[in-house]
């Protein structure tokens, strides 16, 4: 296994410790996720059930025999597992490479914790190394373009990309991310936005970084 790879599966083997039995809980999407599932099916904790983020881990609840919910079917969350595609010291993230920021936003939003595993390389003293990704309706791409280049972004359509929500993702380079609450606000007031994957308001309580060195754990 990659290096990397071998780090995510550390990070999400370490988040199990706060998974409590015989309640619900949020799950994101991507790779530590799926290394989380694995490692949630493998350990002898059960759930109640799963509230997922997307076609992609419903697939590996499924798979590993997890039961999901829908987040219609509950009364909130105690605890939200996700990684990040980049997180500060402050724990706010940039999320959605893998297309699916709306349904995570919406599930964090939900639950009472929230818990990001990553591997170190996603852990970075300033957001916007990566390209922001928003989810745009199909028929604003264009004007909802133009307006993220007054922004001072590059944005740029994910080819051949469509979410679960059957919308597309414009991936925005270059922005100047040195005050990611008012970014994230000022992206999401564009009319055709659905969501960006600033997660400011909705920052990770705590960090479950698969490190070289260890596990390190950051609030
Ligand atoms: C998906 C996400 C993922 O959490 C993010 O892309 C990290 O993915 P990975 O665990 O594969 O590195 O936001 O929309």
Redesign the pocket.
């Known amino acids: 296994m990659a290096i990397q790879d071998e780090l995510?599966r550390q990070a999400a083997e370490k988040a199990l410790e706060y998974v409590q039995e015989n309640e619900y809980l949020g799950i994101?999407?991507?790779?530590?996720?799926r290394f989380f599932i694995e490692a949630l099916a493998q350990s002898r904790k059960r759930i109640k059930g799963a509230v997922s983020t997307s076609a992609q881990t419903s697939e590996a609840l499924k798979s590993f025999g997890i039961p999901e919910v829908t987040l219609n079917e509950v009364n909130g969350l105690p605890l939200y597992i996700?990684?990040?595609?980049e997180i500060n010291h402050l724990l706010q993230m940039i999320?959605?490479?893998?297309?699916?920021?709306v349904n995570?936003k919406i599930v964090a939003s939900a639950a009472e914790k929230f818990i990001c595993i990553a591997d170190e390389s996603k852990y970075t003293s300033r957001l916007g190394h990566v390209p922001l990704p928003v989810e745009v309706m199909p028929n604003a791409r264009s004007l909802v373009a133009r307006r993220l280049l007054k922004l001072g972004g590059e944005p740029e359509l994910r080819l051949g990309f469509t979410t679960d929500n059957g919308n597309q993702i414009l991936d925005v380079a270059n922005l100047n991310l040195n005050e990611p609450i008012k970014m994230e606000d000022a992206i999401n007031n564009i009319p055709g936005v659905v969501d960006n994957g600033l997660f400011t308001h909705y920052s990770a309580d705590l960090l479950v970084l698969g490190c070289s060195s260890g596990v390190q754990i950051l609030t």
């Open positions: 995510k994101g999407t991507g790779s530590t996720v996700d990684g990040a595609d999320k959605g490479g893998g297309g699916a920021l995570e």
